[in-house]
């Protein structure tokens, strides 16, 4: 199916996957704490991330390339915030 219909479909699925993570790396810049987020969680979804990206580069598929690049990139950034916040307790915001 590799159809500019089927493009259109993956680039909407893989964006919408990729945007659900900057909920995550607000509240962690916003809170300045990472405490509670999950190495192990956030390791498996890197190293899948980056499976896809090796399998969109041998299909050279814009869609897989273009959301995991862009996905891979935001788990990234929440490992390098969880390591600098992460270590001490969570600090609750008083308007949360």
């Avoid at 259109?8 to 919408?16: H, S």
């Avoid at 390791?43 to 990206?53: D, E, M, T, Y």
């Avoid at 990139?73 to 915001?93: C, D, N």
């Amino acid at each position: 199916m590799d159809t500019p219909a089927a493009d259109v479909l993956g680039l909407v699925a893989g964006t919408l996957t990729t945007i659900a993570f900057i909920p995550q790396v607000v509240r962690i810049l916003r809170t300045r704490s990472a405490y509670d987020i999950s190495w192990g969680l956030f390791g498996i979804l890197a190293i899948g991330s980056a499976l896809w990206l090796w399998y969109g580069i041998t299909l050279r598929s814009l869609p897989l390339i273009a959301t995991n690049v862009a996905t891979l990139s935001l788990q990234l950034m929440i490992f390098a915030l969880k390591f600098r916040y992460g270590r001490g307790a969570r600090r609750v915001l008083d308007n949360e």
